[in-house]
């Protein structure tokens, strides 16, 4: 008999027969009394060898990204690092190649090789159902960054639809009325809950919907100078663009400088992140403010306090997501049309 039978014959994870094997405290007295009696019933005698493995923490946590923005990046790396260090903890890196055809099979890998205690997952992997089954067959607590898919779990996020709402009701408040928006990678959730927002927007201000004014983008640079390309060689070209981040924002706004477009007084431009990008480029970016570093740190948190949690019975779909403001970040960028 394995350590398996007896969680599945009393109906627990893996994680609370090894509890309360090592007779760990506030375990529940009916869980404790339901897995000693599945014991006796099978028998069940733990290798005193493999107890120790298993009983022992790697005091590590995996952080799993794939994600083209490398200024969101760092200040994801940043807060996992903060939050980490100060629990003592460590971070394990963990990037996946691009378009991996077997995603799930190679974060599984990653978790069982690394021995990592817990996973946190930076969009978009924590958006792939396949991955989070994955996890969950494995009974490997992890925490999500921005989950979308309405999945419940540990996580933290903004209202991205909102956000982006908000966006075109300042630019539509300026007197914009022919507004371009760039989306994002169709496999970030991120992506379609701007693109909602976009639409919201216009609609809040009686704008019709075209789909000529929305670009497919990558979440990168040259992704919005083909953009700029594609807005800005337009007969009607609009007055104003949505870039949904900060990268594909500077790309179009270069691309546009370059064909001599003034920003903003005939091209209004606003992002999504306020990453310090926004604060670099010139004209500064109006921008929304994701706090990503926080965001990542209190994610971190809350992984490492599920972990340490000494009554783990409640599942991981029982806990819940924490949601962090968003606000616009006005500056140089925006302005009413022809000014």
């Known amino acids: 008999m394995t350590i398996d039978d007896v969680a599945s014959h009393a109906g627990v994870s893996i994680k609370t027969v090894s509890r309360v094997l090592n007779k760990e405290p506030n375990v529940r007295p009916s869980t404790r009394e339901r897995v000693e009696k599945a014991v006796r019933e ?58 991996d055809a077997d995603l799930p099979t190679s974060v599984a890998r990653f978790a069982a090789q690394s021995r990592v205690d817990a996973m946190l997952l930076i969009p978009p992997v924590g958006d792939v159902p396949a991955v989070l ?38 630019l539509t408040g300026l007197g914009h009325a022919r507004i371009g928006f760039i989306t994002g990678p169709e496999n970030h959730g991120a992506a379609s809950a701007r693109l909602d927002g976009y639409r919201l927007g216009l609609a809040r201000s009686e704008i019709d919907y075209a789909a000529e004014l929305v670009f497919a983008g990558r979440f990168d640079a040259e992704s919005g100078r083909r953009a700029a390309d ?57 921008t929304v403010r994701q706090p990503i570093r926080p965001m990542v740190y209190r994610a971190t948190e809350l992984l490492l306090e599920a972990i340490h949690d000494p009554d783990r019975d409640a599942p991981q779909s029982e806990r819940g997501v924490e949601v962090f403001d968003a606000p616009l970040v006005v500056r140089d960028t925006t302005a009413p049309p022809g000014r």
């Open 42 to 99: 099978l028998d069940y005698s733990p290798h005193p060898s493999a107890r120790g493995l298993a009983g022992a923490r790697s005091r590590m946590i995996g952080l799993i990204y794939d994600n083209p923005s490398p200024n969101y990046l760092a200040q994801a790396v940043t807060g996992a690092l903060q939050a980490s260090e100060a629990a003592g903890y460590a971070v394990s890196l963990f990037a996946p190649e691009h378009d």
């Open 230 to 286: 594609h807005f800005l060689e337009m007969d009607d070209p609009p007055t104003a663009i949505f870039a949904s981040n900060d990268e594909m924002a500077a790309g179009l706004m270069q691309g546009a400088l370059e064909r001599g477009w003034k920003v903003p007084e005939q091209l209004s431009i606003a992002g999504f992140d306020d990453t310090p990008l926004s604060r670099a480029v010139w004209p500064a970016l109006t």
């Open 133 to 170: 089954d994955a996890l969950d067959e494995m009974d490997l607590t992890y925490a999500r960054v921005a989950p979308l898919d309405g999945r419940p779990g540990i996580g933290v996020a903004i209202d991205d639809r909102m956000a982006s709402a908000m966006v075109i009701e300042h």
